[in-house]
């Protein structure tokens, strides 16, 4: 789930900021947009499943994705005609970025791909956390309570790491939605750009990164085929889907759409990489997905309220 969303409001957490239309790209009907949404979803999914396919360390694989989802992205850019935002807040956003995917990827080696998206999933919760210490903007009733079931979740996934020795990747998936919650905070406001901030963190981290795969040994077909994909498809090719779809979608359907990542992630890497998760991670799952969706949900609805 470590996508950087295109402020205009809270959407899953994932919040967007209107990107011009290029020459080439026509305005779509709900149906269509909603359709985008949904294979963006579907695209961002399979990262835990080519990053456990790759036998690379987690460094030299999240330098490669992200030097090939630059690429991907800043042709999208020059297409689009969007001129890159160079502000405090790109720059801090771009940071997070880098905070995110790095994260994101060491968690998926320690841990299961189930635990590392979930766990990163929590990142509305320290939204709320931030604005409340940053902004002083006390929670309400429904933010506590969401609080509470999420830490709930949370501590069921740290009995389970426990007892499997994945505590570390438990951890570091954490850590990656608290810089998760520092993107969203920082693509918010004057002078912040989402999308820039995602090229740029994501440039970054792949020249960064990236001179590490010059270390590992296997560069056989089926290896770079994963490489390219992830780098393509789970960073690329998502993130511009989501920026086209998320534009004439209404909040609520993008919140249910999106939904579907943390559950279909573990599902593929399951079904293609044979992990399994315990029945602990399970409940954790449950608890913390739905309390997160349907808090977003409501969050849609109040806003859409409030502008009716």
């Not at 999420?150 to 499997?164: E, N, S, T």
């Amino acid at each position: 789930m470590e996508k950087i969303f295109f402020i205009e409001g809270n959407v899953h957490g994932k919040q967007r900021n209107r990107i011009r239309m290029g020459p080439g790209l026509r305005p779509m009907d709900r149906n269509q947009s909603a359709l985008f949404v949904f294979l963006a979803s579907v695209c961002f999914s399979t990262g835990g499943l080519f990053i456990k396919l790759i036998p690379w360390s987690a460094l030299a694989i999240n330098g490669a994705r992200n030097l090939i989802g630059a690429a991907v992205i800043g042709i999208y850019l020059l297409f689009t005609g969007h001129r890159l935002v160079f502000s405090r807040r790109v720059l801090v956003g771009a940071l997070s970025m880098i905070g995110v995917t790095t994260l994101f990827t060491l968690a998926n080696k320690l841990t299961t791909a189930a635990n590392t998206i979930v766990l990163q999933f929590t990142a509305p919760v320290f939204v709320m956390l931030f604005m409340a210490a940053a902004y002083r903007q006390k929670p309400g009733r429904v933010d506590l309570i969401v609080c509470v079931l999420v830490l709930l979740g949370v501590i069921l996934f740290f009995v389970d790491g426990i007892r499997a020795g994945n505590l570390t990747g438990n951890l570091l998936a954490i850590l990656s939605g608290v810089c998760y919650a520092g993107v969203f905070m920082m693509n918010t406001g004057e002078k912040a750009d989402a999308i820039s901030s995602c090229f740029l963190g994501q440039l970054a981290a792949g020249l960064m990164f990236t001179p590490l795969c010059f270390r590992e040994t296997d560069f056989s077909r089926k290896v770079m085929a994963a490489v390219i994909a992830l780098g393509v498809i789970q960073v690329g090719l998502a993130y511009i889907l989501f920026s086209i779809g998320i534009r004439n979608t209404p909040p609520v359907t993008a919140s249910l759409i999106t939904g579907m990542e943390p559950i279909l992630n573990p599902l593929l890497v399951a079904a293609f990489y044979g992990e399994r998760i315990t029945a602990l991670s399970v409940v954790g799952c449950v608890i913390v997905v739905c309390t997160v969706l349907m808090y977003n949900v409501w969050l849609a609805k109040r806003k859409k309220s409030a502008e009716g």
